[in-house]
């Protein structure tokens, strides 16, 4: 066995300075002793006696952590990504394994803490934990991480999950799914982590008044076998359950194989949304939707926090501290959303919140389509073939596309729409997504494909749009608001025609009641659907359209600004013509206001109209009065026309304030 006295031989030393270099001091070696030192450490493959270093140091470089089952895919991830924080941080992990015991959990702490480690990370196997007691009496830094210690306990830090938080994410997207006898399946109760997913059930199901009766419950171990059996039990004992949130990846994989033994599809017939986020929940069939835990946070928020303790011993174990870490809903196919195209985009995240809470509150109720565009020369003759130049997919739909406007123009914009559970409703979720918009309020719709619009466009601009509705006749009033729950008062409510009357008056009265203003933009609108739509514009504060739409709603007059007047015998108590090129117009009580065109080198004019009335919308919401928020609508919508496509070419709100204070607007 190589020796200190070796390495000083070869260096020309003394074991001392030998010492001195591997330890950093205390005393301070010349450069070229220490890089001889070095150099005959890496020659002689010199390792020094640790165990002689902690009887000097009175330091192991040693972490023990005890978990509760490490047959437990979640807690060996979770054991994983600790021992790689350690290891960075220069410390070896003891890993010991609790059974779900409390007894043994006992013995391995007593047994790492007699081995001398630096400090002791502890998931407990319950909420009472005796040995709580006797870890500060024996003076050796800790730590709690994953569950929380019961009320009565004490730990200097504690690190965790928002466990409520996340059962109630899942228990709500599965409500927006359109599932109504929703169970839960969860795991020993007597661990506070359990109960608070629990809770986040119950919160989600009372707010959408929907009652968590005891029935639809089962509480057993964490583990696949025991939630088989539960959900076997509940399946022949509770008639009509169509979804259930499961409280833990593993438990789910019990549930998938007791809902394939009792011929039930899911999520055709039950939905599943699971929690922990573990690897495997990718392999099922269907692929988990799963609330992921931030395993790699909690792994060094733990460590980091008991490090501060080894190095700083003045830390006291009260007041405790507890960090509560975010979580993260990941769509994929158990929930009933597209699957095909998800694995894509890496699997589609939802996190707790996207609103913008400082910026005024718009809502749109409306459509979402997939535009697939086609460039051609000329458009076909009836019965012709014509080849495409160039094909693109976009996303599109007034109320998406006016969502999307608003959104950059700073709102905080909560959408309500239907999708279909396709390819094309896997690509709009993603772009919603992209788009900063929250999906809290978009339902897949399993029997209706997605709205698809095909749009032929010529060389000289010129189209023909054919549309198929789909899932947007399926937004029904039942889907309005519910997902609202705890979210600040509308201010503004903005409405298309792409969607079912029945679904635009529901919303309109909801808006009404709560004196939010009404945004109407009456598009698409044809003569037989004109006479339909008169309690709708009766019940609104602002109605846009453009020209022609005017004209089908009867306008009358020599000019625009007095068509517009006319337009205010049917209800609204403001109305706005776009009159394109032109600029736009607008009639209230008061009078006339007239917003003049602004110029700038279009492009393509195919949003600039969804782009007025969702930055309208806006300015009306933060509180600017009809004509400021035209001149802001007017440039926004300008700007839109400078680029190609709809959602593409809409402009930040950075972009209108300074191309208003390059350009200027008028209105008079």
């Known amino acids: 066995m190589v020796t200190r006295s070796d390495v000083a031989r070869l260096a020309g030393t003394s074991p001392a300075v030998v010492s001195y270099v591997l330890n950093n001091g205390p005393r301070g070696v010349a450069p070229e002793t220490k890089a001889r030192v070095l150099a005959a ?80 990370i502890l998931i407990p196997s319950h909420d009472d934990v005796p040995i709580a007691d006797e870890l500060p009496r024996a003076g050796t830094p800790w730590v709690v991480v994953d569950r929380l210690l019961g009320a009565h306990r004490v730990a200097p830090s504690q690190v965790v999950s928002n466990n409520r938080q996340g059962g109630r994410l899942a228990t709500e997207h599965l409500i927006r799914h359109g599932r109504s006898r929703i169970a839960c399946i969860s795991g020993p109760q007597d661990l506070r982590n359990t109960a608070d997913r629990v809770r986040g059930w119950r919160d989600a199901l009372l707010s959408a008044r929907m009652q968590p009766t005891a029935d639809l419950l089962r509480e057993v171990s964490f583990g696949s076998f025991a939630a088989h059996d539960a959900a076997l039990e509940m399946l022949d004992a509770v008639i009509d359950i169509d979804a ?135 458009l076909p003759l009836p019965g012709e073939t014509v080849l495409s130049r160039e094909t693109a997919a976009r996303p599109g739909g007034k109320g998406f596309n006016q969502a ?44 209706s494909p997605s709205g698809v619009a095909l749009i032929v466009v010529d060389s000289e601009g010129q189209n023909t749009i054919s549309v198929a509705a789909g899932a947007n006749s399926s937004l029904v009033p039942a889907d309005l608001m519910s997902h609202r729950t705890g979210h600040r008062q509308v201010d503004v409510l903005l409405l298309q025609l792409e969607i079912p009357l029945p679904t635009a008056m529901a919303a309109a009265r909801q808006a009404a009641e709560a004196g939010s203003t009404i945004v109407l933009n009456a598009s698409p609108l044809s003569a037989g659907s004109a006479g ?100 802001w609508a007017a440039a926004a919508g300008a700007l839109a026309t400078t680029g190609v496509g709809a959602q593409t070419a809409m402009p930040a709100r950075a972009e209108v304030e300074l191309f208003r204070a390059r350009r200027g607007t008028a209105n008079a």
């Not at 003891?94 to 007894?103: C, K, S």
């Not at 990846?249 to 699971?274: F, T």
């Open 244 to 378: 259930i949130f499961v409280a833990s990846d593993e438990q789910a994989i019990g549930v998938m194989h007791a809902l394939h033994s009792r011929g039930l599809q899911c999520p055709e017939d039950v939905a599943m949304v699971s929690f922990d986020g573990i690897a495997a929940s990718e392999l099922t069939f269907p692929a988990l939707t799963t609330i992921r835990q931030p395993v790699p946070d909690l792994a060094r928020r733990a460590f980091e926090q008991l490090l501060a303790q080894i190095t700083h011993t003045e830390l006291e174990p009260s007041p405790q501290r507890i960090d509560t870490l975010d979580v993260e809903l990941i769509v994929r196919g158990s929930c009933g959303c597209p699957a095909e195209g998800a694995r894509a985009e890496s699997d589609m995240v939802i996190v707790p919140e996207q609103r913008d809470d400082a910026g005024p509150v718009v809502a749109v109720v409306g459509s979402m389509n997939l535009d697939l565009i086609v460039e051609v020369d000329r």
């Open 532 to 631: 339909a739509l008169s309690d709708l514009i009766a019940m609104s504060d602002v109605l846009i359209v453009n020209e022609t739409e005017a004209m089908t709603l009867g306008a009358e007059g020599e000019s625009w600004n007095a068509r517009a007047e006319s337009l205010l015998a049917s209800g609204p108590h403001s109305v706005i013509i776009t009159l394109g090129e032109e600029g736009a117009v607008a009639a209230t009580a008061d009078g006339t206001l007239v917003q003049p065109a602004l110029q700038v080198d279009a492009i393509d004019a195919t949003g600039a109209g969804d782009t007025f009335c969702g930055v309208l919308a806006v300015a009306l919401a933060r509180g600017d009065e009809l004509g400021e928020a035209m001149a």
């Open 41 to 120: 450490v890496e020659r002689l493959g010199y390792r020094p006696n640790q165990l002689a270093v902690s009887l000097r140091t009175s330091e192991t470089k040693t972490i023990g952590l005890v978990v509760p089952d490490n047959a437990n895919p979640f807690f060996a991830e979770l054991a994983r990504e600790i021992e790689k924080v350690a290891f960075e941080y220069g410390y070896t992990l003891f890993l010991a394994n609790a059974g779900d015991d409390v007894e043994k959990e006992t013995g391995h702490v007593r047994a790492l803490l007699d081995r001398r480690v630096d400090g002791v």
């Open 404 to 447: 999307v406007a608003a959104r950059r123009f700073g709102g905080a914009v909560e959408l309500t729409a239907a999708i279909g559970a396709d390819a094309f409703g896997a690509q709009l979720h993603s772009d919603l997504l992209r788009q900063g918009l929250s999906p809290a309020g978009i339902r897949v719709d399993r029997s």
